[in-house]
């Protein structure tokens, strides 16, 4: 029987809510993501939380809201305890998302659902991958392999492979084929064949239009407002499709020679922006190339500033400017406040990047038509002065008071329930010899505790503790000295990670904004006030798609190529999900689920698996090759049994010859740059190899079969000539011959 493989739909299933899926592989829980939305609803976790404690491990593929919003939660009140994996940019940037959410809800609610040590708490036992790294999980989940590979969404965004007894299950969300200016497309094209593969039908319905019209329509539609002396608001997510915006405006105002200024506002931006300079690695290779070569990091922006409160954009007072600031969904953070401000001016502009949440005010003003007015409440964050800060310091006095004197009463019953045993154990009037030798042995030592003779004391039936207690050293000692442990003053590795996140002497003010940090360290109580204001909606209001995912199309095309053997739909409206689900079935063999909220389909493969021992008798006869960091032979062999295990042993009769086998992969390519190095003309045409004036050298694949997995053939056609051995024998070099 195949690998064992079920797959539960928590949240985003038929809908396009935050993703959250129960993976289970031959019984081990892999949660994959654990999203929330910006109104961060406790209910929408409420299948997360009947399988939280069950968690073995989990897998984060973004570092936005949608993707890992919920971690702090579920950790601290679900009961979220498995170790939690992610790439290290998903690490970082994620936690850096977290705080800028929480700081933007706190400054303007009293947010309790969790705190800035929560979150903390959660990433602080990341264990953070390379892409393409194999991780081979230990105990319950011995003999699975889960690695990262490049999703091409987000910087560190990620396709996961869990791989069981050579059985593959990919889950590939938010991916995107094409290259960007700052990620490289997807590698979920090079999987062959996978058992099971996860998906979305979030952009099946929707076809985008080229790159470069995209972008130039995006800056000339910008600039328009510049010029007309309005602002442009561009509402953006904290440390992900931001990115992608940022050296877009910083090409075409370095092409364009543009003067307005830009800013980037969000609690975190200069942390933000700091953390992705590191990531270059993890970025496109014309980034990384750029940098070998001229040392010149495409994030250091020079016609972008980074600001963290809203006093810099207060300066410029109503002179055109471009801002993009947190949250996407406008419901919270600057975005919200500032469309607020801007949203009566004809001249301005709110420009949005991406779709809009359900339900949030984003979402609202992308319908067509838009709305003529909104309403939206203001809040803000003040110190208490007057009656209720004396009320509060009053209520703050008696709940000190409460905790000194229950305090005082347990520390009272330990004493007397210590004292009650003590005259149980022994007559006061009676000293324990040996007692006594260990203590002036051992009395040598500084601070060494010795017995006390309480001569014709003998302490009142209602007294707490004797007038001398008397409290045992129990630590060991040796021939130096008191025995320490090395472990008790050395610094753990989080702890480590957390001091270079703040920075020497940076602390909280090093990565929050400047406003928020003081209110957050300041001990002064504060309160929010809100109020409700209806806003006339006079400025203009665009969409343009720079989500970075594959198209309908596209998506269609990756799904053939791969041609897993059952694929699964999750993270679409119903409508994308079903157009996708008829169009796999109607075009191909595969096996195509779309569960719905909480179903648990069983998605277990068809093939079977069977694990088995190569003998010594029969490996003694085999002459292996070396190919790479492998080795590779043909093998003729008989199954049988040993130890009730099966075992590959030498066939009991001779076996026939086999036909000869060419192991490797050729690409065309790389095969004329080989051939013009030794001195060959060679060009390609008509999709064929021309080498020489007579010789030509094609590759055939097997239409019949599905993806990349079909074989394939390479032809040589010509007469029989010396040009003809020479490029065989050359052709013949680029192979293992078995």
Same mark, same amino acid.
């Given at each position: 029987?195949?690998?064992?493989?079920?797959?539960?739909?928590?949240?985003?299933?038929?809908?396009?809510?935050?993703?959250?899926?129960?993976?289970?592989?031959?019984?081990?829980?892999?949660?994959?993501?654990?999203?929330?939305?910006?109104?961060?609803?406790?209910?929408?976790?409420?299948?997360?939380?009947?399988?939280?404690?069950?968690?073995?491990? /989990?897998?984060?593929?973004?570092?936005?809201?949608?993707?890992?919003?919920?971690?702090?939660? !579920?950790?601290?009140?679900?009961? %979220?305890?498995?170790?939690?994996?992610?790439?290290?940019?998903?690490?970082? @940037? #994620?936690?850096?998302?977290?705080?800028?959410?929480?700081?933007?809800?706190?400054?303007?609610?009293?947010?309790?659902?969790?705190?800035?040590?929560?979150?903390?708490?959660?990433?602080?036992?990341?264990?953070? %991958?390379?892409?393409?790294?194999?991780?081979?999980?230990?105990?319950?989940?011995?003999?699975?392999?889960?690695?990262?590979?490049?999703?091409?969404?987000?910087?560190?965004?990620?396709?996961?492979?869990?791989?069981?007894?050579?059985?593959?299950?990919?889950?590939?969300?938010?991916?995107?084929?094409?290259?960007?200016?700052?990620?490289?497309?997807?590698?979920?094209?090079?999987?062959?064949?996978?058992?099971? @593969?996860?998906?979305?039908?979030?952009?099946?319905?929707?076809?985008?239009?080229?790159?470069?019209?995209?972008?130039?329509?995006?800056?000339?539609?910008?600039?328009?407002?510049?010029?007309?002396?309005?602002?442009?608001?561009?509402?953006?997510?904290?440390?992900?499709?931001?990115?992608?915006?940022?050296?877009?405006?910083?090409?075409?105002? !370095?092409?364009?020679?543009?003067?307005?200024?830009?800013?980037?506002?969000?609690?975190?931006?200069?942390?933000?922006?700091?953390?992705?300079? *590191?990531?270059?690695?993890?970025?496109? $290779?014309?980034?990384?190339?750029?940098?070998?070569?001229?040392?010149?990091?495409?994030?250091?922006?020079?016609?972008?500033?980074?600001?963290?409160?809203?006093?810099?954009?207060?300066? %410029? +007072?109503?002179?055109?400017?471009?801002?993009?600031?947190?949250?996407?969904?406008?419901? /919270? +953070?600057?975005?919200?406040?500032?469309?607020?401000?801007? =949203?009566?001016?004809?001249?301005?502009?709110?420009?949005?990047?991406?779709?809009?949440?359900?339900?949030?005010? !984003?979402?609202?003003?992308?319908?067509?038509?838009?709305?003529?007015?909104?309403?939206?409440?203001?809040?803000?964050?003040?110190?208490?002065?007057?009656?209720?800060?004396?009320?509060?310091?009053?209520?703050?006095?008696?709940?000190?008071?409460?905790?000194?004197?229950?305090? *005082?009463?347990?520390?009272?019953?330990?004493?007397?329930?210590?004292?009650?045993?003590?005259?149980?154990?022994?007559?006061?009037?009676?000293?324990?010899?040996?007692?006594?030798?260990?203590?002036?042995?051992?009395?040598?030592?500084?601070?060494?505790?010795?017995?006390?003779?309480?001569?014709?004391?003998?302490?009142?039936?209602?007294?707490?503790?004797?007038?001398?207690?008397?409290?045992?050293?129990?630590?060991?000692?040796? $021939?130096?000295?008191?025995?320490?442990?090395?472990?008790?003053?050395?610094?753990?590795? $989080?702890?480590?990670?957390?001091?270079?996140?703040?920075?020497? #002497?940076?602390?909280?003010?090093?990565?929050?904004?400047?406003?928020?940090?003081?209110?957050?360290?300041?001990?002064?109580?504060?309160?929010v006030i809100s109020n409700e204001l209806t806003v006339q909606v006079k400025c203009s209001l665009a969409y343009m798609?720079?989500?970075?995912?594959?198209?309908?199309?596209?998506?269609?095309?990756?799904?053939?190529?791969?041609?897993?053997?059952?694929?699964?739909?999750?993270? +679409?409206?119903?409508?994308?999900?079903?157009?996708?689900?008829?169009?796999? !079935?109607?075009?191909?063999?595969?096996?195509?689920?779309?569960?719905?909220?909480?179903?648990?389909?069983?998605?277990?493969?068809?093939?079977?698996?069977?694990?088995?021992?190569?003998?010594?008798?029969?490996?003694?006869?085999?002459?292996?090759?070396?190919?790479?960091?492998?080795?590779?032979?043909?093998?003729? =062999?008989?199954?049988?049994?040993?130890?009730?295990?099966?075992?590959?042993?030498?066939?009991?009769?001779?076996?026939?010859?086999?036909?000869?086998?060419?192991?490797?992969?050729?690409?065309?390519?790389?095969?004329?740059?080989?051939?013009?190095?030794?001195?060959?003309?060679?060009?390609?045409?008509?999709?064929?190899?021309?080498?020489?004036?007579?010789?030509? /050298?094609?590759?055939?694949?097997?239409?019949?079969?599905?993806?990349?997995?079909?074989?394939?053939?390479? /032809?040589?056609?010509?007469?029989?000539?010396?040009?003809?051995?020479?490029?065989?024998?050359?052709?013949?070099?680029?192979?293992?011959?078995?």
């Amino acid at each position: 029987m195949g690998t064992s493989v079920q797959v539960t739909p928590l949240s985003g299933a038929y809908g396009e809510g935050p993703l959250c899926y129960l993976l289970a592989v031959d019984g081990f829980r892999f949660l994959l993501d654990c999203g929330w939305t910006d109104h961060c609803d406790p209910a929408l976790l409420q299948p997360l939380a009947r399988v939280a404690p069950t968690i073995d491990a /989990v897998l984060l593929s973004h570092p936005d809201m949608m993707h890992l919003g919920a971690l702090p939660y !579920a950790i601290k009140h679900l009961g %979220l305890s498995a170790p939690v994996y992610a790439t290290e940019p998903v690490y970082r @940037l #994620g936690l850096l998302t977290m705080y800028d959410y929480f700081l933007s809800r706190w400054q303007v609610a009293d947010f309790d659902l969790f705190s800035l040590d929560d979150i903390d708490a959660a990433f602080q036992n990341v264990a953070r %991958l390379k892409y393409s790294q194999n991780h081979l999980l230990k105990d319950k989940g011995e003999g699975i392999v889960i690695a990262p590979h490049v999703s091409g969404h987000l910087l560190g965004g990620t396709v996961w492979k869990i791989t069981k007894d050579g059985e593959d299950v990919v889950y590939a969300v938010d991916f995107n084929h094409r290259k960007e200016r700052h990620l490289n497309g997807t590698t979920l094209g090079s999987f062959v064949r996978p058992a099971v @593969l996860i998906t979305d039908a979030y952009n099946a319905l929707n076809n985008q239009v080229y790159k470069r019209q995209q972008d130039q329509d995006f800056i000339d539609s910008m600039v328009k407002v510049l010029s007309g002396g309005g602002s442009v608001l561009l509402p953006v997510d904290t440390a992900g499709r931001v990115l992608e915006l940022l050296l877009t405006m910083e090409q075409y105002w !370095a092409q364009r020679h543009l003067v307005y200024p830009i800013y980037f506002l969000t609690n975190v931006s200069t942390s933000t922006v700091d953390f992705v300079k *590191s990531f270059l690695e993890w970025m496109s $290779d014309s980034i990384s190339k750029s940098f070998e070569h001229t040392r010149d990091n495409a994030f250091l922006l020079r016609h972008v500033s980074l600001i963290i409160n809203k006093e810099e954009l207060e300066k %410029l +007072g109503d002179a055109p400017k471009v801002v993009l600031a947190s949250m996407s969904s406008l419901e /919270v +953070g600057f975005s919200h406040d500032i469309f607020v401000e801007m =949203a009566n001016e004809a001249k301005n502009l709110v420009l949005f990047t991406e779709k809009g949440q359900f339900g949030t005010l !984003a979402r609202m003003l992308q319908v067509d038509p838009p709305p003529k007015a909104v309403k939206v409440t203001m809040s803000k964050r003040v110190p208490l002065v007057g009656d209720e800060l004396k009320a509060y310091e009053e209520e703050q006095e008696r709940i000190k008071k409460e905790e000194v004197l229950k305090a *005082s009463l347990s520390k009272e019953k330990e004493l007397k329930a210590s004292h009650e045993s003590n005259a149980k154990a022994s007559d006061p009037m009676v000293v324990d010899a040996s007692l006594s030798r260990k203590s002036s042995n051992a009395g040598s030592h500084v601070g060494g505790n010795v017995d006390i003779l309480i001569d014709g004391f003998v302490s009142p039936a209602t007294s707490i503790a004797p007038m001398f207690p008397f409290f045992e050293n129990t630590a060991d000692w040796d $021939d130096f000295g008191e025995v320490i442990n090395p472990d008790d003053y050395m610094m753990k590795q $989080d702890e480590v990670d957390n001091n270079m996140m703040l920075g020497v #002497g940076d602390g909280m003010d090093g990565k929050l904004d400047e406003g928020s940090a003081r209110l957050l360290l300041d001990s002064a109580p504060s309160k929010v006030i809100s109020n409700e204001l209806t806003v006339q909606v006079k400025c203009s209001l665009a969409y343009m798609d720079f989500e970075g995912r594959s198209d309908g199309r596209s998506v269609k095309s990756v799904i053939a190529h791969v041609a897993p053997l059952k694929l699964v739909l999750v993270h +679409g409206s119903a409508e994308a999900t079903e157009h996708l689900k008829m169009h796999c !079935a109607k075009n191909s063999d595969l096996h195509v689920y779309a569960p719905q909220l909480e179903e648990t389909i069983d998605v277990t493969s068809d093939l079977c698996a069977y694990k088995v021992q190569l003998s010594e008798k029969l490996m003694s006869n085999v002459i292996s090759k070396k190919l790479g960091e492998h080795e590779i032979a043909w093998v003729d =062999a008989g199954v049988g049994k040993a130890d009730e295990k099966l075992s590959l042993v030498p066939p009991s009769s001779i076996p026939a010859a086999h036909n000869s086998v060419l192991v490797g992969d050729l690409k065309l390519a790389d095969f004329k740059q080989f051939l013009a190095n030794k001195g060959l003309q060679v060009e390609f045409a008509g999709g064929a190899l021309r080498c020489g004036e007579y010789i030509t /050298v094609r590759k055939i694949g097997d239409s019949n079969q599905k993806g990349s997995t079909g074989s394939q053939q390479i /032809v040589i056609e010509g007469p029989l000539c010396e040009d003809y051995y020479k490029i065989r024998e050359l052709l013949y070099s680029q192979f293992f011959l078995l």
